[in-house]
């Protein structure tokens, strides 16, 4: 044994075990794994572990089978519940990311509640032509205490065998990014009631109902919502409640058995970054309500860019929605989803220059990704 542990061979293993390792952790992080393949990926650094303990002795084999534990460990962590004849509702379906989650979820064979702001409208007639007899539209505007309660009423008659196992908080708005002080009144004041009354609502409607199946709250946040950024200060600050509600649901609804997940995605192709008209519309509401020394100050120039910038963001957003996809589906189906998700381009990166690093890099850093 000693004589193997400084050979070559048992150099080896050590060497390949921690690739291997670091390889598995690598994929399991990128793309939530079916449950058959856990077992596959953990037998095999497991075996190897074993194989280099024999080949290292006592002090190398005992590091190199913690490791591989530990990595088993955390992909089982990554096993999914089997999707069966769960139910779950998304709201906001019309367009985005709802819309292509009420798919996502159809063809996977979830029975699917799409809330759609308008059920005569191109989205749900798309949802209604595409996806199966078991997806079932319902019309909920989220800041409408009626239509909350008919979709709820709706829900139940539908699934009073079975429960509802999810609630997808995705109906949300971005409003006229532009700067804190030039931003009207009620624009502050519409994002709140969307993006944090709403969800708060449909929460608390339908947690009787997560709470018989012990099932899984997802609210829709945003990267903005985690950390500061220049000229999102409404749907930041909307998104943030949104965010420390989650938070606070998640350790008091543990005892009752619900998971808390709260996505924090960068930039996607959506409807949200909306329309040149809508743009058009914005800009004009933001122009009226300012007074004439603010607009003095800031200039005629630099108030006309702020449109021309927003309609260079899609650019900048991936056209690719399964990063956000498939955080949802982990967040509704892991065993142990976690409590915050960061699809996309630098969300993860950014959150982590914002809670490790001293403020003045933080904001350095977002001014030169910005001029970027
Ligand atoms: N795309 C991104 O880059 C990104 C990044 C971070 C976070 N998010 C978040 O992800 C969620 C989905 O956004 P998305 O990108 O998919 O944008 P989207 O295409 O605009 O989708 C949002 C959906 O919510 C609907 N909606 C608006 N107000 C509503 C209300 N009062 N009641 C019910 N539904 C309402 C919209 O309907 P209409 O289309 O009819 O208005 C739309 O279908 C949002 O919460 C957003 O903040 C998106
Ligand atoms: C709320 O929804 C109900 C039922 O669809 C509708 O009659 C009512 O006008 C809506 N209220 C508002 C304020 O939009
Ligand atoms: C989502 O947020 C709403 C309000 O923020 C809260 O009531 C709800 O419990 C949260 N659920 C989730 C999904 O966090």
């Not at 390792?21 to 994929?27: P, Q, R």
């Not at 990926?41 to 590091?63: D, F, R, T």
């Not at 808390?260 to 192709?269: D, L």
Request: glycine share 10%; proline share 5%.
């Amino acid at each position: 044994m000693d004589a193997l542990a400084s050979s070559p061979l048992g150099w080896l293993c050590a060497g390949v075990a921690a690739l291997f390792g670091v390889a598995v952790l690598w994929v399991a992080k990128r793309s939530p794994v079916e449950k058959v393949e856990v077992l596959v990926w953990s037998l095999l650094p497991a075996s190897l572990g074993l194989l280099c303990a024999a080949a290292l002795g006592a002090g190398g084999g005992l590091v190199v089978c913690a490791i591989t534990l530990l990595s088993s460990v955390y992909l089982g962590g990554r096993a999914l519940l089997p999707v069966g004849d769960r139910a779950v509702l998304i709201t906001g379906s019309d367009t985005g990311i709802g819309h292509a989650l009420a798919k996502y979820l159809d063809d996977l064979g979830f029975v699917v509640f799409a809330g759609v702001l308008n059920k005569d409208g191109p989205g749900a007639e798309e949802l209604r032509r595409t996806c199966s007899q078991r997806l079932s539209l319902l019309q909920l505007d989220i800041t409408n205490a009626t239509q909350i309660k008919e979709a709820y009423l709706k829900v139940l008659e539908k699934v009073q065998n079975t429960g509802l196992w999810g609630v997808v908080n995705n109906a949300g708005i971005l409003g006229f990014p532009a700067d804190s002080e030039l931003l009207p009144m009620s624009m502050y004041r519409q994002c709140m009631e969307v993006n944090f009354f709403g969800a708060v609502a449909v929460s608390k409607a339908f947690l009787p109902l997560l709470r018989k199946s012990q099932g899984r709250l997802v609210n829709m946040s945003s990267m903005a919502g985690g950390i500061p950024l220049p000229r999102y200060a409404a749907y930041g600050a909307s998104k943030a409640a949104l965010s420390m509600f989650s938070g606070v649901m998640r350790q008091e609804l543990s005892k009752w058995g619900i998971k808390v997940a709260v996505i924090h995605p960068s930039g996607f192709q959506t409807g949200i970054q909306g329309t040149s008209d809508l743009w058009d519309k914005q800009e004009k509401e933001l122009m009226e309500n300012l007074p004439a020394d603010t607009r003095e100050d800031y200039g005629e120039e630099y108030l006309l860019g702020l449109k021309s910038y927003l309609l260079h963001v899609p650019m900048y957003c991936d056209a690719d929605l399964s990063p956000v996809l498939s955080a949802i589906l982990h967040a509704l189906l892991a065993k142990r989803p976690h409590g915050l998700y960061t699809p996309g381009k630098g969300a993860y990166m950014t959150l982590c220059i914002f809670c490790y690093f001293p403020l003045w890099f933080y904001d350095f850093f977002i001014r030169k990704m910005l001029m970027s």
